[in-house]
């Protein structure tokens, strides 16, 4: 082979090699700080965080002893809560979940509170460490009910009044 044959050579496998690990920082940055908003999207607002309009209700008719709300009973963020007539609702880490949980334990995206008629059900995003319903996890959508704990990481929630 030519010289220069092997120096095309070494300088495509060099560049591949950059690739990968240029792929893997940005893999970890998004996982570590959320997805990237761009500037269009973003409020008017500066560095402050931004409030959320709220979304069209897709919760059934209330009924008597229905859940109103996802509650944090145990972990960093205890007695943080979402209402659930703005159901879907997302639990993890990232700048979009309703419930924004600070715990090593927790994906970005980790799970989703959701309806179907007069039932709730919690849904594992396919997150690293998974998504408990009392000691089990969940690899499937699961129905919730009043005072069931949801274990994420090391914090729990639990469907309330």
């Known amino acids: 082979?030519?010289?220069?044959?092997?120096?095309?050579?070494?300088?495509?496998?060099?560049?591949?090699?950059?690739?990968?690990?240029?792929?893997?920082?940005s893999v970890i940055r998004s996982d570590m700080f959320g997805a990237r908003v761009p500037e269009g999207a973003r409020g008017s607002?500066?560095?402050?965080?931004?409030?959320?309009?709220?979304?069209?209700?897709?919760?059934?008719?209330?009924?008597?002893?229905?859940?109103?709300?996802?509650?944090?009973?145990e972990g960093g963020n205890a007695g943080e809560r979402a209402e659930l007539d703005q159901a879907?609702?997302?639990?993890?880490?990232?700048?979009?979940?309703?419930?924004?949980?600070?715990d090593d334990y927790v994906s970005t995206r980790h799970a989703r509170i959701a309806s179907s008629?007069?039932?709730?059900?919690?849904?594992?995003?396919?997150?690293?460490?998974?998504?408990y319903v009392g000691t089990a996890r969940i690899t499937q959508p699961t129905t919730l009910t009043l005072g069931t704990q949801v274990r994420i990481g090391k914090t729990i929630l639990e469907l309330r009044k």
Do not use: C
């Open 88 to 102: 879907p609702i997302l639990i993890g880490r990232g700048t979009d979940a309703a419930i924004r949980l600070d």
């Open 117 to 131: 008629g007069d039932q709730w059900f919690v849904e594992d995003l396919g997150s690293t460490n998974g998504t």
């Open 45 to 73: 607002e500066g560095g402050g965080r931004r409030t959320k309009k709220p979304k069209p209700a897709k919760a059934p008719a209330k009924r008597r002893g229905s859940p109103t709300h996802v509650l944090v009973v």
């Open 1 to 25: 082979m030519s010289e220069l044959t092997l120096f095309l050579i070494r300088l495509a496998y060099l560049a591949i090699l950059w690739i990968f690990v240029l792929s893997a920082i």
